[in-house]
Structures are given as C-alpha cells and as structure tokens.
C-alpha cells in the first residue's frame, strides 16, 4: 500500500504565485490534516478534516485553504504566496471517532517562495 | 503553541548505548503518542501511552507516563546507526488532534 501520497515533492513560487498542494490516502482514513514544519518550531496544524465534507482551522490557518474532496483526497491551495510560507508541508490521515489515533505521514512538500 | 516539549533538543551517543529523551506538556491528556522522523521523511508512528497506562514496551522502545509531573520519557535501547532521527511526543490536551512538540535529534555514532 503507497500509504499517503504528496505531491509535487518540490516546488519553487515567486512571491503571489497560487499552488495546489495535493494529498491522498488509501487507508480508508476519515480524517486528514495539514501541517507545515519549521526549523526549530516542529509540526504546527494548518487544517484538517475530521471527516469527508467537513474542514476546520488549525494553529496557522491564515494564507490558506483547503479542500476535502473526497474520502481520500485533501488539498491545500496557497491563494498568493508569501515568502514566509516557504517550509516543508506535510499530510497526514487517521481514523476517526476516537481521540489522538496513529497519525500516518507523507513524505512531505519542500516548498520555497522566493 | 506546543503543548509538548521535548528534552534534550538534541542527543549524541555511541552505537550501543541507550538513549533517552523526554516530553513535558501542560494540560490533561487522553494518551501521549511518540513519532520518529528521519531526514527528509515524513513522520512515523512508534507507540502510544494511554493516560491510565504507566510503562510501555514496543522492541527496543520503552516508553513510561506521569501524569502526575506531566511528562513522559522515550527510552532506545541498544541504539544503532539506524535510530539517528528526530523523535517527537505528540500529546491531545484534551481535543482529539495531537499536538507536536520541537523534537529531539538523535545522532548514533557507529
């Protein structure tokens, strides 16, 4: 099984410039999240979505949005980039309905906004 | 804000020693979980401590909860090469998305 699936792996913006960031599961997860991770800040919640149609804020929601487009796909769309989002992105999934379940990670996005 | 932190930030030993890294948070949780990341990887689930659980085996891993000081430890032993890493605590206070701490980093010397 591939797990959870980010792409790209590496992408470079101009300040302004839109992206998709795109994720998918194939565990048959519920719910799904978005994180970057900083040097020296670890893992802060972007968004997540506790389940198929719903989306909620996490820590550092501003600058972006999501989408749960189905069961296995969560996107997250940077709308005008800024340098200060360059980080590595990460997506994880776990199963839903009981509280602080196994996380599984994607290998991430390096993205760098110049 | 991170409701854990881990300590030390980063941890240097000899293949063959053991290793130990702790995790504080600040609020109640349901259970604490501890995750490795190797470089350039995305983040691997290794075992979660349940708040009415006290010690926790998993292979090499041992892992032991108070709730009382509001802190758990991680112990690897034996280490190899292989465990160089970063380690994180992962801890709910309370809501049902874990919440990461900074991480220790591990170097394993062979």
């Known amino acids: 099984n591939a797990g959870v699936t980010q792409t790209p792996k590496f992408q470079v913006l101009k300040t302004g410039q839109s992206m998709t960031l795109q994720c998918a599961q194939d565990m048959n997860h519920n719910s799904m999240y978005w994180y970057r991770q900083d040097p020296g800040m670890g893992l802060r919640l972007i968004y997540y979505s506790a389940s198929e149609g719903t989306t909620d804020k996490g820590e550092v929601p501003n600058g972006y949005n999501v989408s749960r487009l189905n069961k296995r796909e969560f996107s997250l769309r940077l709308e005008s980039a800024a340098p200060s989002q360059t980080s590595v992105y990460f997506c994880a999934s776990s199963e839903a309905g009981v509280r602080n379940q196994p996380q599984h990670f994607g290998d991430g996005t390096r993205l760098s906004i110049l | 804000s991170q409701q854990g932190e881990e300590d030390p930030q980063a941890l240097s030993i000899q293949e063959g020693e053991n290793a130990t890294m702790n995790c504080s948070y600040k609020?109640?949780?349901?259970?604490l979980q501890w995750y490795r990341q190797n470089s350039g990887r995305g983040l691997v689930h290794l075992i979660l401590i349940r708040s009415n659980e006290r010690e926790k085996h998993s292979g090499r891993l041992r892992v032991t909860l108070d709730t009382s000081k509001k802190s758990s430890s991680l112990l690897i032993t034996a280490s190899r090469a292989a465990d160089t890493a970063s380690y994180f605590c992962a801890t709910d206070g309370g809501s049902y998305i874990p919440t990461f701490g900074r991480g220790t980093s591990l170097i394993v010397h062979p």
């Open positions: 609020t109640s949780i349901n259970n």
